[in-house]
């Protein structure tokens, strides 16, 4: 459906533009490195770029066609997608970024992806170090730090 996937690409545009003006106070680039807005900025043009690709698609698509809505299954595993991604938000100050999002990956991945528990493990490690290689050694951001120290 033309408006739906128009008005999904409008408020995405809505929501990114909030992102840019609520990160206006931060810096880009900070002492040599990446500052605490870099990140929100490149996500905003690469979700930009893609909100104004979906409004032209759906603008240059002439046919006619329904809403694949999802079941009511499907349903509620998007709605816990974006409770757990909340709760990565809330828990980040108190148990660290790096703890929330592998808390985060292994409640995706065993009870909605319905992936057995040791290749969630192995890929919740994989996540876990790749986060902590990239955003804490290499881009060396200050990320939030729980109690376990990371």
Do not use: C, N
Not at 12 to 38: E, I, N
Not at 49 to 73: C, F, G, K, N, Q
Request: proline content about 6%; overall charge positive.
């Amino acid at each position: 459906m033309k408006r739906l996937e128009v008005g999904v690409g409008l408020f995405k545009l809505l929501l990114l533009g909030f992102v840019v003006a609520s990160t206006a106070g931060l810096s880009y680039w900070q002492d040599g490195t990446p500052g605490p807005r870099f990140f929100p900025i490149w996500v905003a043009a690469v979700g930009g770029i893609a909100a104004l690709h979906l409004i032209y698609m759906a603008w240059a698509d002439t046919r006619e066609r329904e809403v694949d809505w999802p079941d009511m299954s499907g349903a509620i595993r998007g709605i816990l997608i974006y409770v757990f991604l909340w709760g990565v938000v809330l828990l980040a100050p108190y148990i660290g970024f790096i703890t929330a999002a592998g808390l985060f990956s292994l409640f995706f991945l065993i009870p909605l992806m319905r992936v057995r528990l040791l290749p969630s493990l192995l890929t919740t490690v994989v996540i876990v170090t790749l986060l902590h290689v990239l955003f804490i050694r290499l881009l060396e951001l200050q990320l939030p730090i729980g109690p376990l120290g990371f």
